[in-house]
């Protein structure tokens, strides 16, 4: 697999997510600046997270415009898996490739700290192969997490099945104190109805090796390799 | 030159956090009558050479398209003179 990962002015977490991809998991990566609109040769794209432009206005406000944003649509349009983590979920979601958007933290606290989800979806890009139910730990770090989408819409994506991961307890039960940022429903990530785009606030890349504290993020790399081979 | 004000809130069914934050501060500082806040932002947008119909338009854009989220954000935009 080919990966690339998106850069923009502000991304921090770029390189950490190349190193997950190309020597935790092995796979082919190369960086895509933000300027750049050629995708090809690419497999699947990551948006990683950090601020980028920013952050100025809203998170990934200004990113959507970025020339890369184009090609990432068109590339998205044609199937081909886009994965977009933390800031690059909010990035999806301004540029409408996912719906909702993300308020303040319930604590209005930048929160950075493990945490546990559940895989809700295993036929997504970012979870082919995972079984449902499983919990991963990972990290998240943002100040704006709080998942967000009108009542009705929240519904519809429920009953398409769009809901991928959701904050659990380290035992996979819902519950008010494992939800760390007032998420609408818990949700922690959600795809697209293809199920080729997939977003989420934790960050598998500083979760992908035990020296870290836990490698279970790399199991969505992993899982987007999958992906591919199933598609 | 047309100059606007875009006032950018979240919407009445959005749960805002910074304000209610703030309205909890206001409280514990003592004023009690105070109800409810909610935060939002302010821009102030100066536009040239345009005539002032389309100048309207396009500042009404500008907020629709860039300086607000339709998912949880409204605008008002006033345009001066």
Redesign the interface.
């Known amino acids: 697999m080919k990966v690339g990962v998106v850069v923009f002015p502000g991304s921090n977490c770029d390189h950490d997510t190349y190193h997950a991809l190309k020597h935790v998991c092995g796979q082919e990566a190369r960086f895509v600046w933000h300027k750049d609109s050629d995708l090809s040769g690419l497999d699947a794209v990551v948006l990683p997270g950090g601020f980028a432009y920013g952050d100025y206005?809203?998170t990934g406000?200004i990113a959507r415009?970025s020339p890369v944003m184009r090609a990432v649509t068109e590339f998205a349009g044609q199937g081909g898996p886009v994965l977009g983590i933390c800031n690059g979920f909010q990035i999806l979601?301004?540029a409408g490739l996912l719906?909702?958007?993300m308020?303040?933290?319930?604590?209005?606290k930048f929160l950075s700290q493990p945490v546990h989800v559940r895989v809700e979806r295993d036929d997504t890009a970012a979870t082919a192969g995972l079984p449902v139910g499983s919990v991963l730990t990972m990290p998240i770090a943002h100040g704006e997490g709080?998942f967000?989408?009108?009542d009705d819409e929240v519904d519809r994506l429920e009953q398409e099945g769009r809901v991928v991961f959701r904050y659990t307890t380290r035992d996979g039960r819902l519950a008010d104190e494992a939800n760390p940022n007032?998420s609408l429903r818990a949700i922690a990530g959600i795809c697209n109805r293809e199920r080729n785009v997939v977003g989420l606030m934790p960050h598998p890349e500083r979760a992908s090796e035990a020296a870290l504290g836990s490698a279970d993020g790399r199991r969505i790399f992993e899982a987007l390799v999958t992906s591919l081979v199933r598609a | 030159m047309a100059r606007a004000r875009v006032y950018v809130t979240?919407k009445k069914?959005?749960?805002?956090?910074?304000g209610q934050?703030i309205h909890d501060a206001l409280v514990s500082l003592g004023y009690d009558g105070v109800k409810d806040v909610r935060q939002g932002k302010f821009f102030e947008v100066e536009l040239g050479g345009l005539p002032a119909e389309q100048a309207r338009q396009t500042l009404e854009e500008i907020a629709r398209k860039?300086?607000s989220?339709p998912?949880?954000e409204s605008y008002r935009v006033e345009v001066e003179g």
């Open positions: 206005l809203r406000a415009f979601q301004e719906p909702g958007a308020l303040r933290n319930r604590s209005v709080n967000y989408l009108p007032g | 979240l069914s959005v749960f805002d956090p910074q934050t860039v300086l989220n998912v949880i």
